[in-house]
């Protein structure tokens, strides 16, 4: 006796439960903004012509696209995923990382979001000592429904950012 009402109770809860779920498949992000060339120390540039924009989803690339003439890019369905990595790059420029955690919109009713990011990608010259960029982000940012827009570790930031001017600086002296 006790079994059949374990089991209608089971099988009357069942659907609601599911219910209940989030159908993340249907969840999209969106990406756009514009890659740009600079010497350092400038951060004024102008847009880089075929960079390409990656972006990864537990190690595997889930989207990408290449720039425009004028650096412009736009990634228009990207696959839901709590933690993603954007990758900007280009043959004759240092690579750019950056890790986002987008557990907030899947969390959310929402079914898309739009992110812009306009990114600086510095010209390689063999520059001995930024091998840090290519094993870890150059930045971290949480995408904020709230806000509308990421908010960035800026403690983070700044530390990376202070690594790459110094060995950048030295260079440049």
Same mark, same amino acid.
């Given at each position: 006796?006790?079994? @059949?009402?374990?089991?209608?109770?089971?099988?009357?809860?069942?659907?609601?439960?599911?219910?209940?779920?989030?159908?993340? /498949?249907?969840?999209? +992000?969106? +990406?756009?903004?514009?890659?740009?060339?600079?010497?350092?120390?400038?951060?004024?540039?102008?847009?880089?012509?075929?960079?390409?924009?990656?972006?990864?989803?537990?190690?595997?690339?889930?989207?990408?696209?290449?720039?425009?003439?004028? &650096?412009?890019?736009?990634?228009?369905?990207?696959?839901? /995923?709590? /933690?993603?990595?954007?990758?900007?790059?280009?043959?004759?420029?240092?690579?750019?990382?950056?890790?986002?955690?987008?557990?907030?919109?899947?969390?959310?009713?929402?079914?898309?979001?739009?992110?812009?990011?306009?990114?600086?990608?510095?010209?390689?010259?063999?520059? $001995? &000592?930024?091998?840090?960029?290519?094993?870890?982000?150059?930045?971290?940012?949480?995408? /904020? $429904?709230?806000?509308?827009?990421?908010?960035?570790?800026?403690?983070?930031?700044?530390? $990376? @950012?202070? @690594?790459?001017?110094?060995? +950048?600086?030295?260079?440049?002296?």
């Amino acid at each position: 006796m006790i079994q @059949r009402i374990l089991i209608v109770l089971l099988l009357g809860i069942a659907p609601f439960s599911l219910l209940a779920q989030k159908d993340m /498949s249907k969840k999209i +992000l969106s +990406l756009a903004g514009k890659v740009t060339s600079a010497e350092y120390p400038d951060t004024l540039g102008k847009g880089l012509n075929k960079a390409v924009v990656e972006i990864f989803a537990e190690g595997k690339k889930i989207a990408s696209d290449t720039a425009s003439s004028s &650096g412009v890019y736009k990634i228009k369905k990207i696959p839901y /995923s709590p /933690s993603i990595q954007i990758v900007f790059k280009d043959s004759k420029h240092l690579t750019k990382m950056i890790d986002m955690d987008v557990t907030e919109f899947g969390n959310d009713n929402a079914q898309t979001v739009a992110i812009n990011m306009d990114v600086v990608l510095y010209k390689d010259h063999d520059f $001995m &000592g930024v091998n840090f960029l290519k094993s870890k982000p150059f930045g971290k940012g949480k995408y /904020s $429904m709230k806000e509308k827009g990421v908010l960035w570790d800026d403690n983070y930031y700044f530390q $990376m @950012r202070d @690594r790459l001017d110094a060995v +950048l600086k030295a260079y440049s002296e």
